[in-house]
């Protein structure tokens, strides 16, 4: 799995995966300040299926219609069962935001370990 800019090419992280391995990215909403969390498992064909959105509260960027089951856990909105395959995973950098990347509940990427506002994409290669 590679973490890398995507307008110049530059490698943030390179790291072994297997299918199953589960990848967690976690942010700080920009508006409201709360927590969110997407779940996304490792695919055999170098994809990823998102099965897990969760967040604090419910407002700007919040999908409002999505397949699989809605409910409430720990203070949270937990969509799951999502199903949704992505041949790679994109977000606008912010070191404010606090992002984090977890596999399989170890830290892989803190939020200072890409600069701040660049575009990033999460990718998986043939090894």
Known sequence: ???????????????????????????????????????????????????????????????????????????YVVMDNLNETKPAYYWFHSQLAELTVYKNGKELLLPDDIPHHHKVEMIIEKG
């Open 1 to 75: 799995m590679v973490l890398r800019d995507q307008e110049d090419g530059t490698e943030y992280i390179r790291e072994k995966v297997d299918p199953g391995d589960e990848i967690i990215v976690h942010w700080r909403h920009s508006v409201e300040r709360t927590i969110w969390e997407e779940k996304l498992k490792v695919e055999k064909d170098q994809t990823f299926t998102l099965t897990e959105t969760r967040f604090q509260s419910f407002g700007a960027g919040v999908p409002n219609e999505k397949e699989g089951n809605v409910s409430i856990k720990d203070g």
